[in-house]
């Protein structure tokens, strides 16, 4: 039986239980007013129908596994793969057997629920995704899928608002496309630059993981406590910092930009390492931020864009750093290898790999692997290719500090 067949018995269920539901009540009441009368007639009700269960409604749990592993198998992409989500809004039994079956992005390269965007991608192969910039609204779409198709529906992952403020420039990042207030359910974080918009900060409305990166005392009491903005929820934590190198000299050549990932330690590209992965989303708590400055002049800080400083007495975190382009005589520009996923040269284009050193002991395999690239393949239109130990939020969130203008790095 296929599961709109289930869903179907669910609803008639539901039905025939409401309705026994509404006679219960009205016997209640007659009693409730004839116990008020000093003398009750002797009155014999009427015997109620019992309820009749659905066949689906008390399914033996290996049965129950059974069918929705199979429905996970069969289904491996949008949209088809609504039904797995579905099926974990059946009800309490459904939703821990489809949480059970359903695995990470890390372990199947699939994304399946909202918390997937927050969880880091498979470490064989990348996520494919694209994204589509409109210019008139200053809004920006992440899709799942390798290229746009006018024949099918692209899964939407995230969508930003772009607001241009005089000091700085901020990237509002939701899970839907026509609600960017900060004081939603909806929100995740956002990507704030600098006046020269050579430095970003990326902001995650949850906590980091007890595995990930804290910043010194000094610096975390500084801008947790002082330098917070009253118009942003007190949902504020900074998980990476990107700074692009600044131009002096205005050479040719590509921008230069490292980030240092504060959530993901270094070890997580080791032998044996593993990125924190979070399980749930945060709850919303609409609790007030305390006055303060912006926190605009945080991106100044020389501890936030120097891993040393930033993680004096901690865990070292993960630095990436975009891959050297080499100079082809015969077309006269810089070129990357992106294996067919980016055909439009722009500034903007860039692959990350992690930037180490001989003793943190990363194989060299490792040290090669392209983590994040990015490019355009048409007009607004640009692809996302990510995997370990990177988010699909915090690929996102560094991609779109490319599109900020850079007069000081180019």
């Given at each position: 039986?296929?599961?709109?067949?289930?869903?179907?018995?669910?609803?008639?269920?539901?039905?025939?239980?409401?309705?026994?539901?509404?006679?219960?009540?009205?016997?209640?009441?007659?009693?409730?007013?004839?116990?008020?009368?000093?003398?009750?007639?002797?009155?014999?009700?009427?015997?109620?129908?019992?309820?009749?269960?659905?066949?689906?409604?008390?399914?033996?749990?290996?049965?129950?596994?059974?069918?929705?592993?199979?429905?996970?198998?069969?289904?491996?992409?949008?949209?088809?793969?609504?039904?797995?989500?579905?099926?974990?809004?059946?009800?309490?039994?459904?939703?821990?057997?489809?949480?059970?079956?359903?695995?990470?992005?890390?372990?199947?390269?699939?994304?399946?629920?909202?918390?997937?965007?927050?969880?880091?991608?498979?470490?064989?192969?990348?996520?494919?995704?694209?994204?589509?910039?409109?210019?008139?609204?200053?809004?920006?779409?992440?899709?799942?899928?390798?290229?746009?198709?006018?024949?099918?529906?692209?899964?939407?992952?995230?969508?930003?608002?772009?607001i241009r403020k005089p000091t700085a420039t901020e990237f509002v990042i939701s899970f839907v496309?026509?609600?960017?207030?900060?004081?939603?359910?909806?929100?995740?974080?956002?990507?704030?630059?600098?006046?020269?918009?050579?430095?970003?900060?990326?902001?995650?409305?949850?906590?980091?993981?007890?595995?990930?990166?804290?910043?010194?005392?000094?610096?975390?009491?500084?801008?947790?406590?002082?330098?917070?903005?009253?118009?942003?929820?007190?949902?504020?934590?900074?998980?990476?910092?990107?700074?692009?190198?600044?131009?002096?000299?205005?050479?040719?050549?590509?921008?230069?930009?490292?980030?240092?990932?504060?959530?993901?330690?270094?070890?997580?590209?080791?032998?044996?390492?593993?990125?924190?992965?979070?399980?749930?989303?945060?709850?919303?708590?609409?609790?007030?931020?305390?006055?303060?400055?912006?926190?605009?002049?945080?991106?100044?800080?020389?501890?936030?864009?120097?891993?040393?400083?930033?993680?004096?007495?901690?865990?070292?975190?993960?630095?990436?750093?975009?891959?050297?382009?080499?100079?082809?005589?015969?077309?006269?520009?810089?070129?990357?290898?992106?294996?067919?996923?980016?055909?439009?040269?722009?500034?903007?284009?860039?692959?990350?790999?992690?930037?180490?050193?001989?003793?943190?002991?990363?194989?060299?395999?490792?040290?090669?692997?392209?983590?994040?690239?990015?490019g355009k393949i048409g007009k607004d239109i640009f692809t996302m290719d990510y995997r370990y130990?990177?988010?699909?939020?915090?690929?996102?969130?560094?991609?779109?500090?490319?599109?900020?203008?850079?007069?000081?790095?180019?």
């Amino acid at each position: 039986m296929s599961f709109k067949s289930i869903v179907r018995e669910f609803k008639e269920m539901r039905d025939r239980m409401s309705n026994v539901s509404k006679r219960g009540v009205e016997c209640k009441q007659w009693h409730s007013r004839k116990a008020k009368s000093h003398i009750a007639p002797d009155v014999t009700l009427p015997p109620v129908d019992p309820i009749q269960q659905g066949q689906w409604a008390n399914l033996p749990p290996e049965l129950l596994l059974d069918i929705i592993r199979r429905v996970e198998e069969s289904e491996t992409t949008w949209p088809a793969r609504a039904v797995v989500v579905s099926c974990a809004s059946v009800c309490k039994s459904w939703r821990a057997i489809t949480k059970e079956i359903v695995k990470t992005p890390e372990q199947c390269g699939r994304l399946t629920f909202p918390v997937s965007v927050k969880q880091p991608g498979p470490r064989d192969a990348p996520i494919q995704c694209f994204i589509r910039r409109n210019r008139e609204t200053s809004t920006y779409y992440l899709y799942f899928g390798l290229v746009p198709s006018e024949n099918e529906r692209a899964k939407l992952l995230l969508a930003v608002k772009k607001i241009r403020k005089p000091t700085a420039t901020e990237f509002v990042i939701s899970f839907v496309a026509d609600d960017f207030s900060r004081a939603s359910s909806t929100y995740l974080g956002k990507l704030r630059s600098n006046f020269l918009g050579t430095k970003f900060a990326i902001y995650d409305s949850q906590p980091p993981l007890k595995a990930s990166i804290q910043l010194n005392n000094r610096s975390s009491n500084k801008f947790h406590s002082k330098q917070v903005s009253p118009k942003v929820p007190w949902r504020k934590h900074s998980v990476v910092t990107i700074s692009y190198e600044l131009n002096v000299l205005r050479t040719r050549g590509p921008r230069r930009m490292h980030c240092i990932l504060n959530s993901i330690p270094m070890s997580a590209i080791q032998e044996g390492g593993n990125a924190p992965t979070p399980t749930t989303l945060p709850q919303f708590s609409s609790s007030p931020a305390p006055k303060g400055k912006d926190s605009a002049t945080d991106l100044n800080s020389a501890n936030l864009l120097d891993p040393l400083a930033s993680s004096q007495g901690m865990v070292e975190p993960l630095v990436l750093k975009n891959k050297a382009p080499r100079w082809h005589e015969q077309l006269q520009c810089w070129c990357l290898n992106f294996k067919g996923r980016v055909t439009v040269a722009s500034v903007k284009n860039f692959q990350l790999c992690a930037a180490v050193d001989p003793s943190h002991d990363v194989p060299a395999a490792e040290q090669e692997k392209v983590i994040l690239q990015f490019g355009k393949i048409g007009k607004d239109i640009f692809t996302m290719d990510y995997r370990y130990p990177l988010s699909a939020f915090q690929a996102f969130a560094i991609c779109l500090s490319s599109f900020d203008t850079k007069p000081a790095c180019e």
